[in-house]
Nanobody
């Protein structure tokens, strides 16, 4: 049974930074971050493959967010800089079953394993 868990959310002022972390026990595959704001659908933020070569970002976060992973520690991180109020959402970590990011990396259906989410709130 694969268990995915996120941590690191919180409240930050606009322009600030936060770092989210995710662990996925028993799995070494591509990992992704999604977010869901109130009243909106879940959207893909970033995906990183097992070897960190396969790498994707949503246009709205590219240049501000950086995804990385430490396979020895079994963790994936999302460094979020220059945060904006519109980044406020519940952030979810998801694990794929392929080493590289799926071709449809931003689709929720590409990931069978999900964490419970961590809240990020950016105040203006």
């Amino acid at each position: 049974q694969v268990q995915v868990a996120e941590s690191g959310g919180g409240l930050v002022q606009a322009g600030g930074s936060l770092r989210l972390s995710c662990t996925a026990s028993g799995l070494s595959a591509a990992m992704a971050w999604f977010r869901q704001a109130p009243g909106k659908g879940r959207e893909g933020v970033s995906c990183i493959g097992r070897n960190s070569v396969s790498l994707y970002y949503a246009p709205v976060v590219k240049g501000r967010f950086t995804v990385s992973r430490d396979n020895a520690k079994g963790t994936v991180s999302l460094q979020m800089d220059s945060l904006k109020p519109e980044d406020t959402a519940m952030y979810y970590c998801a694990a794929a079953t392929t080493f590289s990011c799926p071709s449809t990396w931003s689709a929720t259906t590409s990931y069978p394993y999900w964490g419970q989410g961590t809240q990020v709130t950016v105040s203006s």
